[in-house]
């Protein structure tokens, strides 16, 4: 019997980072009715920074989630959508919102030493019938144990399955092999895998993570996501396909679906540039890379000493602030490489 591993897509999710959050309804329709029919399980929709991310400091969306969400919905009799939250940004009204306009799950997303902050959104996506998961973000930036506590307390509030989330594209196969199997020891839901592919790791990421255990991994058609992206979906279909694993999804639909829809909107090919190698390199949030590139613009200096200092500094989601007032000081002590 294969092993089952389910891949969740989060194209119309951290995707909408790269489409700096303006997803039409039409996109969306057409990509749930591939997911559809390609026979995906899970697939995100929300801005990308989760439910209520809509705001200055992330970006304002062009239509509203709830909205994206209900026509999501309505184009699946099967796949079940998830919506992402993170404490601080989204509320309570907004997963209820979300599950009236039919998501199915909820991943409620921390910082990877915070995940206390998330206990009354755990309790609240199983009181409501929620699948509930629980998502460690920027992985790279605490030890092992660290982890597991955090991973250990996600679980303590209800959390049934909890991933390693690898925002910054910034983890080593070796190193996503010690976090997940280290999981997987110590506690008893699932494990998950969120990768970016900023070192072009995301897919030896991904493997490295179902080997040692995991059972949910992540990804994007066509890599569509912050940074250079996540784990392209539709390769990691055929790959762990070759590998013996069964995901249930169709790989010739799930190409059509990234080629013939999602690669038809994409504002500009998923590669890796200097500036998201920048940062898997030093560590930083794959979701600043829009702002950064901005500021460094703004301010006529080089993005990769942008991202350099922020690496220094453990910038963490939230303080894209900070993105401008480094480029300010870069211009301020005069290095201006550009
Ligand atoms: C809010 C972030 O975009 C969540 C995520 O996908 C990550 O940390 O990676
Ligand atoms: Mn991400």
């Not at 309505?74 to 959508?81: F, Q, T, W």
């Not at 199983?126 to 930036?141: D, P, Q, S």
């Not at 350099?308 to 401008?324: C, N, S």
């Not at 480094?326 to 005069?334: D, G, I, M, S, T």
């Amino acid at each position: 019997m294969k092993q089952e591993i389910t891949l969740l897509d989060v194209t119309l999710r951290d995707g909408s980072h790269s489409m700096r959050h303006a997803f039409t309804e039409e996109q969306v329709r057409q990509v749930a009715r591939g997911f559809e029919q390609a026979g995906v399980k899970y697939f995100e929709v929300s801005h990308g920074d989760g439910l209520g991310g809509s705001s200055l400091q992330y970006g304002f969306s062009t239509v509203d989630e709830l909205k994206l969400i209900e026509a999501a919905s309505e184009e699946c009799k099967n796949a079940n959508i998830s919506v992402l939250i993170l404490p601080g940004i989204g509320l309570k009204e907004d997963m209820e919102d979300a599950k009236r306009a039919g998501a199915k799950m909820v991943r409620v997303a921390t910082h990877v030493t915070e995940a206390d902050v998330a206990k009354q959104h755990i309790h609240l996506g199983r009181n409501l019938g929620l699948k509930t998961v629980g998502f460690l973000m920027m992985a790279h930036m605490a030890p092992t144990a660290t982890l597991v506590q955090q991973a250990k307390l996600f679980e303590s509030y209800g959390a049934e399955i909890v991933y390693v989330t690898d925002s910054a594209g910034a983890l080593l196969p070796h190193e996503v092999k010690e976090k997940v199997s280290a999981l997987k020891e110590n506690l008893s839901c699932e494990v998950g895998f969120h990768a970016h592919n900023n070192l072009s790791l995301a897919m030896a990421n991904s493997m490295a993570a179902v080997e040692a255990g995991a059972t949910y991994i992540d990804g994007s058609l066509r890599c569509l996501g912050a940074g250079s992206g996540n784990t392209q979906t539709e390769v990691m279909v055929a790959v762990f396909e070759r590998l013996g694993y069964e995901s249930g999804i169709k790989l010739f639909p799930i190409m059509d679906v990234a080629n013939e829809v999602v690669a038809k909107f994409m504002p500009r090919p998923q590669e890796i540039t200097g500036s998201s190698l920048m940062m898997g390199y030093s560590g930083v949030y794959s979701s600043f890379l829009l702002f950064t590139q901005e500021a460094a613009k703004r301010y006529n200096v080089d993005e990769r000493d942008i991202l350099l200092q922020l690496g220094k500094m453990q910038a963490v989601g939230g303080q894209e602030d900070l993105i401008y007032e480094v480029a300010r000081e870069l211009v301020a002590k005069n290095v201006i490489t550009k």
